[in-house]
């Protein structure tokens, strides 16, 4: 079975700060990795996944997130928080070989203050 | 492209009643899934479909039906609500390619009174 793991429930941070929600998987084999962000009252959006190869990936609205396979993480984070990225953040994984379900963390509440 | 689009955005039954929560795609996905949102639990998987005449199971398949006629579209039954089908319901749908990005509906507020 695969899971995903996200610690915190709420993160708070002030603007111009960095910002790191985290994120920890298991998956039998390779994963892909996504991270999607939902606004109050409104569907989930994609901001990025890991396929394969280069460990750091880049996203939307400047955020990134790195990939670990040692530790199973995939931490979304971004250099300089916006009061704008308050939202709710959702990390899921899917084996890769053919795997069809996607599976969700319970979701962190970011809070950016000013 | 619409994208994904939901209807309706809200609704509120009875406990008894039954609904279809309508979901369609204009990206000529194959992959099409449900899922509801509930407090602190994330999204969970109702059912999915990998093509037009193909539906299976996922998590929580309890108290729902789907069918896929067609590419664009796979609604969701509720046969007899029940309050604990109090939920924000939300459709995706993806290429069949195992990394490709899955892209959801803005979603439907049901409430079973």
């Known amino acids: 079975a695969q899971s995903v793991a996200q610690p915190e429930d709420q993160v708070n941070v002030a603007e111009g700060n960095p910002l790191t929600v985290k994120c920890t998987y298991s998956?039998?084999?390779?994963?892909?990795l996504f991270w999607y962000v939902q606004y109050p009252n409104r569907g989930l959006q994609f901001l990025l996944k890991?396929?394969?190869?280069?460990?750091l990936v880049k996203g939307s609205y400047g955020f990134e997130a790195e990939f670990n396979k040692s530790q199973t993480s995939f931490h979304l984070k971004k250099p300089s928080a916006l009061v704008s990225d308050s939202a709710l953040y959702f990390c899921a994984v899917r084996r890769t070989g053919g795997g069809n379900k996607l599976t969700f963390g319970t979701g962190t509440q970011l809070k950016v203050e000013l | 492209n619409a994208g994904v689009t939901q209807t309706p955005k809200f609704q509120v039954l009875k406990t008894g009643q039954s609904m279809t929560l309508q979901c369609a795609q204009d990206?000529?996905?194959?992959?099409m899934s449900w899922y509801r949102q509930d407090p602190g639990m994330g999204l969970r998987l109702i059912h999915y479909?990998?093509?037009?005449?193909?539906?299976d199971q996922g998590e929580v398949p309890n108290g729902y039906n789907v069918s896929r006629s067609t590419t664009e579209d796979f609604p969701l039954r509720l046969l007899s609500a029940a309050p604990s089908q109090t939920s924000v319901y939300f459709c995706?749908?993806?290429?069949?390619?195992?990394?490709?990005?899955?892209?959801f509906g803005p979603g439907t507020r049901l409430t079973v009174l």
């Open positions: 990206m000529n996905h194959e992959y």
């Open positions: 479909s990998v093509g037009a005449g193909i539906t």
């Open positions: 890991y396929i394969t190869g280069d460990n």
């Open positions: 998956v039998s084999g390779n994963p892909y």
């Open positions: 995706a749908s993806r290429r069949q390619g195992g990394a490709d990005t899955q892209y």
